[in-house]
């Protein structure tokens, strides 16, 4: 069954840092570009950061550029989401997929005031 889970979220205050992992079953992830996407109520899903198969490209949303971090470990079938310098804007549903095959149920990022 091919699938991806993704863990990692959490409550988090401004300036903090969380790092959420993305592992497939199934398949094997490194023949494929991974993205991390997020949601929140009312407003379209969001493409936060994509890598490449083998990770020697990587793209970022505007909003996220310089505070996260996408990368993979092939060997883990693992892809992570490195997310530093938090903001309450950053609060979200996160979730990981494969573009046309498959994306994982979501980690909550609740932000702390």
């Known amino acids: 069954q091919v699938q991806l889970v993704e863990s990692g979220g959490g409550l988090v205050q401004p300036g903090g840092s969380l790092r959420l992992s993305c592992v497939a079953s199934g398949f094997s992830l490194s023949s494929y570009a991974l993205n991390w996407y997020r949601q929140t109520p009312g407003k379209e899903r969001e493409l936060v950061a994509a890598i490449a198969s083998f990770g020697d490209n990587t793209i970022y949303a505007d909003s996220v550029r310089g505070r996260f971090t996408i990368s993979r470990d092939n060997d883990k079938n693992t892809a992570y989401l490195q997310m530093n310098n938090l903001e309450p804007e950053d609060a979200a549903v996160y979730y990981c997929?494969?573009?046309?095959?498959?994306r994982g149920q979501g980690t909550k990022v609740t932000g702390s005031s």
């Open positions: 997929g494969v573009e046309g095959m498959t």
